[in-house]
């Protein structure tokens, strides 16, 4: 098993010898390793499992550090840049040669971002290289916002997990990029779109793209618990599911039904916070897949604010037809 810790020099000793190292961020937890290092990324997409198509981001802990691995930052994305980090904001920026291919996938842009957690920012200032970091949980699963939830799915693979606490954010960064001068969202995320529109004006959105996603976290089948996850009106679901005698769990927005003595169920928020609710989202769907449910029931949220990410999240978490 891996050792849960705060030591940011052993951290930092982990990482320099090519090993990968579990670190909290304001989103989620990610898989770090030197990005400068070949051997350290592939070693993220075995120890993920992850396929090769699916292109990693890089994170530093300040804008001159970015700017040397990029060719140059095209200014309504400096803008964003200098307004939102650190914080849960991706970047993609066209790559320096420096960068290898691995870490994009072959595509010309690398995925950039400041997270905002001090322990991590205190690591990322001591070394002299970014971090490669994935969210820290096996391709396709639910993404980690616990050190436990590190250690339950990775810990037989890493050394060390640095300890930062309950993810502030729970959801992973928003990404942007450009296109023909218009900023572009490709995954949905802890800053909210308005927020980057206030700071941008126009911008769009290319998040619900399938088959070939330019953000695979984009797949249809993503964030998903092992039990079937339905999302819909959970008054109907749960008198179905009562009819047929099955046990489930329910993951509700604010209410709590009606159930039977030990059917699992957890409001994200019961006073209809969305923040709270993404601070929740990816801890409940892991506390419901480990029970012993037959099947998750599910509704959606709001479709507004941070309730567009979730809602993104349920929809690609969710059994298809
Ligand atoms: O909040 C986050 O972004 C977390 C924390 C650990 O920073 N990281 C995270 O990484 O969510 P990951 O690998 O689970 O998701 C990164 C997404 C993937 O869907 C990937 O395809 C996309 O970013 N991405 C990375 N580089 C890209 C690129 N060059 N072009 C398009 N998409 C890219
Ligand atoms: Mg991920």
């Known amino acids: 098993m891996a050792e849960i810790g705060r030591d940011i020099a052993l951290a930092k000793a982990y990482l320099e010898q090519g090993d990968l190292v579990g670190i909290p961020t304001e989103t989620v937890y990610g898989l770090a390793g030197n990005a400068l290092d070949e051997q350290a990324v592939v070693r993220i997409f075995e120890t993920k499992n992850r396929p090769a198509f699916d292109p990693l981001i890089l994170h530093t802990d300040s804008l001159e550090k970015v700017k040397s691995f990029v060719t140059s930052i095209p200014e309504p994305l400096g803008l964003l840049a200098r307004e939102f980090w650190p914080g849960p904001l991706t970047v993609l920026l ?165 159930l039977p003595e030990g059917f699992p169920q957890y409001p994200l928020s019961e006073t209809g916070d969305l923040a709270e609710a993404a601070r929740n989202l990816f801890g409940y769907l892991r506390h419901l897949d480990e029970s012993e449910v037959a099947c998750i029931l599910s509704e959606w949220l709001p479709e507004v604010g941070l309730g567009r990410a979730i809602n993104d999240r349920l929809r690609r978490a969710a059994t298809m037809g």
């Open 94 to 258: 066209k790559k320096k040669a420096m960068i290898s291919d691995l870490v994009t996938s072959g595509l010309d842009r690398v995925a950039v971002r400041i997270p905002n957690h001090p322990l991590t920012l205190d690591l990322l200032r001591a070394l002299d290289f970014p971090l490669a970091a994935p969210s820290a949980n096996p391709f396709g699963y639910i993404s980690p916002t616990q050190a436990i939830h590190v250690q339950a799915q990775l810990g037989e693979k890493i050394d060390y997990i640095l300890d930062g606490g309950p993810c502030a954010i729970g959801l992973e960064s928003t990404i942007v990029g450009i296109e023909s001068g218009t900023v572009v969202i490709y995954r949905m995320g802890g800053l909210d779109l308005s927020a980057i529109e206030k700071c941008v004006g126009n911008i769009s959105i290319r998040s619900h793209s399938s088959s070939h996603p330019a953000a695979p976290g984009q797949l249809k089948s993503h964030y998903a618990p092992r039990k079937p996850l339905f999302v819909g009106n959970l008054d109907q679901m749960i008198q179905e599911k009562l009819d047929q005698g099955s046990r489930f769990g329910v993951l509700s927005w604010t209410k709590n039904y009606a």
